[in-house]
């Protein structure tokens, strides 16, 4: 595949990209407990074994520390103050990672996992979010059916939502974030991914366009609204259930693991992905390990690329960051 939008730098070929693996065992923002085992669980299946077989330089930077839930009660949604601070802990280290040069991968956990580290990118340089995921994830509390900011996490990042979790990084304005694989989305959900200007990609519009293209359209837009990077937050509700039946929320019809894969490399050959979310693994429903397997694959297509991809020096000049545009 030739390289997408205009050639970028990548390293040398004799510098192994660097990825750093953050487990985020949290659960903090689901309705119950259960995903804060999944980041043990992917290491013990070989997670960084298979990286290094493809080629990449690993370092596990461990799990960052998950506080407490809140007492019930305390904030305008559940456990408010705790994922805040697990965001703000979240954004740190990732932010540490980048300031690196290093691609990070963050292990959840729920997807709430995402305030943090989605925030730790947008504070470096203008970013685009490619969100797979069969749900929107796009209610405020206004709109909440279950008030589980699991629900809420792309609308908080776009600047909507709990008083308490805004503020985290500059808010990623709707043209830049495209929801793919989208199909079990809330009425007020719904109308909020409208008005804000969100590219909504649904899992028959991907088949009806082809997964590359309808990769490559999804983040053309997100680069021609002003992203100069890419964050990729994965929640693997998006594959099908037959695929994945490891997960909280399953929704029928997803994307299958060719079709995940596919828009995964298209988003690793461009060069501009800043890093990598993996959320939504509840082990305790993945018999046989299938989702943990599936998980690894896709882990593999978005960061194991035979190109490889050049992780974003943020102190780089700007003169050398402008040459990436």
Avoid: C
């Avoid at 510098?15 to 999944?38: F, T």
């Avoid at 989208?182 to 009806?208: C, F, M, S, W």
């Avoid at 429903?285 to 943990?292: E, F, I, S, V």
Wanted: aromatic share 2%; proline share 7%.
């Amino acid at each position: 595949m030739q390289p997408l939008f205009g050639e970028t730098s990548v390293r040398e070929q004799h510098d192994r990209p660097a990825v750093a693996i953050l487990g985020v065992p949290s659960s903090l923002g689901a309705p119950a407990a259960g995903m804060e085992e999944a980041p043990a669980v992917v290491r013990s299946a070989g997670l960084a074994e298979r990286l290094r077989h493809a080629g990449l330089e690993v370092q596990d930077w461990g799990d960052i520390p998950v506080p407490a839930p809140d007492a019930p009660g305390v904030g305008e949604v559940r456990n408010e103050r705790a994922l805040r601070a697990l965001a703000e802990t979240t954004r740190a280290r990732v932010g540490a990672a980048l300031d690196e040069g290093l691609s990070p991968l963050v292990l959840g956990g729920d997807h709430s996992i995402s305030l943090g580290s989605v925030a730790a990118s947008a504070m470096r340089e203008p970013i685009g979010i490619l969100w797979l995921d069969a749900h929107g994830d796009f209610n405020t509390p206004a709109t909440s059916p279950s008030g589980a900011v699991y629900g809420m996490v792309l609308a908080i990042l776009a600047g909507l939502g709990p008083q308490g979790l805004l503020g985290l990084a500059p808010p990623v304005p709707g043209p830049r974030i495209a929801l793919l694989g989208a199909r079990a989305l809330d009425p007020g959900e719904r109308k909020n991914l409208h008005q804000a200007g969100v590219a909504v990609y649904t899992t028959q519009a991907i088949r009806a366009l082809g997964a590359e293209q309808a990769a490559e359209r999804a983040i053309a837009g997100l680069l021609a609204a002003g992203a100069r990077r890419i964050h990729v937050s994965v929640d693997l509700d998006a594959l099908d259930p037959s695929v994945a039946p490891g997960v909280w929320t399953r929704a029928v019809d997803g994307l299958t693991l060719e079709e995940m894969r596919a828009i995964l490399r298209v988003a690793a050959h461009t060069g501009r992905v800043a890093a990598l979310d993996i959320t939504e693994l509840l082990p305790a429903r993945d018999r046989g390990g299938t989702t943990t397997r599936a998980a690894l694959q896709l882990i593999k297509a978005a960061l194991g690329s035979k190109r490889p991809v050049q992780a974003l020096d943020w102190r780089a000049t700007e003169e050398w960051l402008g040459s990436l545009a």
